[in-house]
């Protein structure tokens, strides 16, 4: 059963050595995700399943030790996904490195010190439809009886004329709405996320969402918003359920 949940986002400018002189543009949402990895903590989880979007070569499954890298960005660091990386040293992960989010939530967990609980790593397609979203998270909350989610993934990025995707009038409306949601655990308004408008967004967020939406589904958790900006024209929020 879910028992915490918490959204991040996962660029990897999260990561100081990657945005360089930057790096103090996303101090605050660095705190914010450090407070709701907090909160997984303090759940007390049997279990804490990773679950971000992914190309095609990192979808699936990612065991615990699994390794990444961020030297696709210049930057010569190597993070791992929790444990002490014994069972991602064999054949079966040396070919499949962590995704670029799932990197990016275990440089977070590795910053806050996580030990709480065996970790576990799943990408997912940004195109995967909303049913087997849901149907997915369902299954990972039935993997323990107290499971927890760590949910990468950003909003449109489309906010402003230098976005990535460049603007959008519609990107602002999406996001808030989508902040609104997860903010709240609205589980139906994540389910009913517009999964054609999220892509046209360019939204990496939207499946992992629907995700977590699955595997609320009759928890009764209750939300909190502790970030929503948008510094480079891409929306970034940040979490916590429980």
Same mark, same amino acid.
């Given at each position: 059963?879910?028992?915490?949940?918490?959204?991040?986002?996962?660029?990897?400018?999260?990561?100081?050595?990657?945005?360089?002189?930057?790096?103090?543009?996303?101090?605050?949402?660095?705190?914010?995700?450090?407070?709701? %990895?907090?909160?997984?903590?303090?759940?007390?989880?049997?279990? %804490?399943?990773?679950?971000?979007?992914?190309?095609?070569?990192?979808?699936?499954?990612?065991?615990?030790?699994?390794?990444?890298?961020?030297?696709?960005?210049?930057?010569?660091?190597?993070?791992?996904?929790?444990?002490?990386?014994?069972?991602?040293?064999?054949?079966?992960?040396?070919?499949?490195?962590?995704?670029?989010?799932?990197?990016?939530?275990?440089? %977070?967990?590795?910053?806050?010190? =996580?030990?709480?609980?065996?970790?576990?790593?799943?990408?997912?397609?940004?195109?995967?439809?909303?049913?087997?979203?849901?149907?997915?998270?369902?299954?990972?909350?039935?993997?323990?009886?107290?499971?927890?989610?760590?949910?990468?993934? &950003?909003?449109?990025?489309?906010?402003?004329?230098?976005?990535?995707?460049? %603007? &959008?009038?519609?990107?602002?409306?999406?996001?808030?709405?989508?902040?609104?949601?997860?903010?709240?655990? &609205?589980?139906?308004?994540?389910?009913?996320?517009?999964?054609?408008?999220?892509?046209?967004?360019?939204?990496?967020?939207?499946?992992? =969402?629907?995700?977590?939406?699955?595997?609320?589904?009759?928890?009764?958790?209750?939300?909190?918003?502790?970030?929503?900006?948008?510094?480079?024209?891409?929306?970034?929020?940040?979490?916590? =359920?429980?």
């Amino acid at each position: 059963m879910l028992v915490a949940a918490a959204v991040c986002p996962c660029p990897p400018l999260l990561v100081p050595e990657v945005a360089a002189g930057a790096a103090p543009e996303l101090d605050a949402a660095r705190a914010a995700c450090t407070d709701a %990895l907090g909160l997984l903590a303090a759940s007390r989880p049997d279990l %804490l399943v990773v679950v971000g979007p992914a190309e095609q070569s990192g979808r699936g499954p990612h065991p615990e030790g699994t390794r990444g890298s961020f030297a696709g960005f210049g930057v010569d660091l190597a993070v791992r996904l929790g444990g002490d990386g014994a069972a991602g040293t064999g054949a079966d992960t040396a070919d499949r490195p962590l995704p670029a989010s799932l990197a990016v939530a275990a440089w %977070l967990l590795e910053r806050t010190g =996580w030990s709480d609980a065996p970790v576990e790593g799943l990408g997912v397609g940004e195109p995967l439809e909303a049913e087997r979203c849901v149907r997915t998270g369902a299954q990972l909350a039935a993997r323990a009886e107290r499971v927890a989610l760590l949910v990468m993934g &950003d909003a449109s990025a489309c906010r402003t004329l230098k976005a990535p995707g460049y %603007l &959008d009038e519609r990107a602002a409306g999406f996001d808030a709405e989508a902040a609104r949601a997860l903010g709240t655990a &609205d589980v139906d308004a994540l389910k009913a996320l517009d999964a054609e408008l999220a892509q046209e967004l360019k939204v990496a967020g939207r499946a992992p =969402w629907q995700v977590l939406a699955g595997a609320a589904e009759g928890a009764g958790l209750a939300g909190a918003l502790l970030y929503d900006e948008a510094p480079y024209g891409v929306g970034y929020i940040v979490a916590a =359920w429980s």
